[in-house]
Nanobody, 122 residues
Framework: QVQLVESGGGLVQAGGSLRLSCAAS????????MGWFRQAPGKEREFVAR????????YYADSVKGRFTIARDNAKDTVYLQMNSLKPEDTAVYYC???????????????WGQGTQVTVSS
């Protein structure tokens, strides 16, 4: 089992920045692929970014590429999502997830946090 707790969400103006954190506990954090997903009201949960267990590989959705950066600190059992140049369309609940595979499909991640709200005002 892996327990995940997100933090760092909030209200920010368009063009601003936020850094989300996801603290993990339970089974060895460093062995899991980690992903960030988001879900806006009335929309399906969508992939945002993911990172391999060694942090050697990162992948991003086209909509956030060049603006968001995913990173992890295995010594602190934490994964981060640095979000810059935020847009109103980035408004959503952001979730971190842990899985055994480095894929974009939310269904392939068995462990999820409770989510943190990010609201970007125009």
């Amino acid at each position: 089992q892996v327990q995940l707790v997100e933090s760092g969400g909030g209200l920010v103006q368009a063009g601003g920045s936020l850094r989300l954190s996801c603290a993990a506990s339970g089974r060895t954090f460093g062995r899991w692929f980690m992903g960030w997903f988001r879900q806006a009201p009335g929309k399906e949960r969508e992939f945002v970014a993911r990172i391999s267990w060694s942090a050697a590989a990162t992948y991003y959705a086209d909509s956030v590429k060049g603006r968001f950066t995913i990173a992890r600190d295995n010594a602190k059992d934490t994964v981060y999502l640095q979000m810059n140049s935020l847009k109103p369309e980035d408004t959503a609940v952001y979730y971190c997830a842990a899985g055994a595979l480095g894929v974009d499909a939310a269904s392939m991640y068995p462990y999820w946090g409770q989510g943190t709200q990010v609201t970007v005002s125009s």
